[in-house]
């Protein structure tokens, strides 16, 4: 389903049966395991990120499969870009528990190694009957207009550019967990000159 978020974004549910998808999400270390890198900041308190020490073979498997060549001409054929890589750097799995939420902002626009430009985020969510009392629900866009519940088997795909704002600005609530995991990628046929950008979050954007 295309999103009205004033860029290009869409939902789309079913791309996994709920056993994979069951299987992904046992395989999601608690809170407190030192596998995860958690952040403090003020933009995204008690987010948490898991890389590839954190997976087991059903992630790994999803993962694997977001990257692989249908998917990657599906999104091709989507967002009408012809050639691009798929990547989880600072992807993977996203985790956030009670408290944790992440401000309004745009991704940083750059693959570290390649400099190709950053162009898709795919974000499969893994919660099953979430309510919107429970926080945590994905606003695209500048007026936040659109907020999506982060519920079981849902997909968002959505072009990055400077005004793709995106967050979950509202705190999860107690006794809740939140969790994903999140494929991005990148434009092979475009390499801007000069620097680019870190995460922008609305609040320090003038």
Same mark, same amino acid.
């Given at each position: ?5 004033g ?19 046992a ?7 030192p596998?995860?890198q958690?952040?403090g ?9 898991g ?8 992630t790994t ?11 990657l001409?599906?999104?091709?054929q ?6 691009l890589?798929?990547? *989880?750097?600072?992807?993977g799995?996203? &985790? !956030?528990?009670? +408290?944790?939420h ?7 626009? %750059?693959?570290?190694?390649t400099q ?5 985020n795919?974000l499969?969510?893994l ?6 009392e ?15 519940a ?5 997909? *968002?795909?959505?072009?990055?550019s400077? &005004? !793709?704002?995106? +967050? ?9 967990? %939140?969790?994903s ?22 609040d320090d954007?003038?």
């Amino acid at each position: 389903m295309r999103l009205d978020c004033g860029f290009p974004a869409w939902t789309v549910d079913g791309l996994f049966d709920e056993p994979t998808l069951a299987s992904v999400v046992a395989e999601f270390p608690p809170l407190d395991d030192p596998r995860w890198q958690t952040f403090g900041g003020e933009h995204e308190e008690r987010k948490q990120q898991g890389g590839p020490p954190c997976w087991g073979p059903a992630t790994t498997a999803v993962l694997l499969h977001l990257m692989a060549p249908p998917i990657l001409r599906y999104v091709q054929q989507l967002v009408g870009i012809e050639h691009l890589a798929a990547d *989880v750097v600072g992807g993977g799995m996203h &985790q !956030s528990g009670p +408290g944790a939420h992440l401000d309004m902002h745009v991704d940083f626009d %750059r693959h570290p190694k390649t400099q190709w430009r950053r162009a898709v985020n795919m974000l499969l969510y893994l919660n099953h009957g979430w309510r919107e009392e429970w926080g945590g629900l994905l606003h695209l866009g500048s007026e936040e207009k659109v907020r999506i519940a982060p519920e079981f088997g849902r997909c *968002v795909i959505f072009r990055c550019s400077d &005004q !793709s704002w995106h +967050g979950h600005p509202e705190p999860v609530a107690t006794g809740h967990v %939140r969790r994903s995991i999140a494929t991005y990628f990148y434009d092979m046929d475009d390499v801007p000159a000069g620097p680019g950008h870190s995460t922008v979050w609305r609040d320090d954007d003038g």
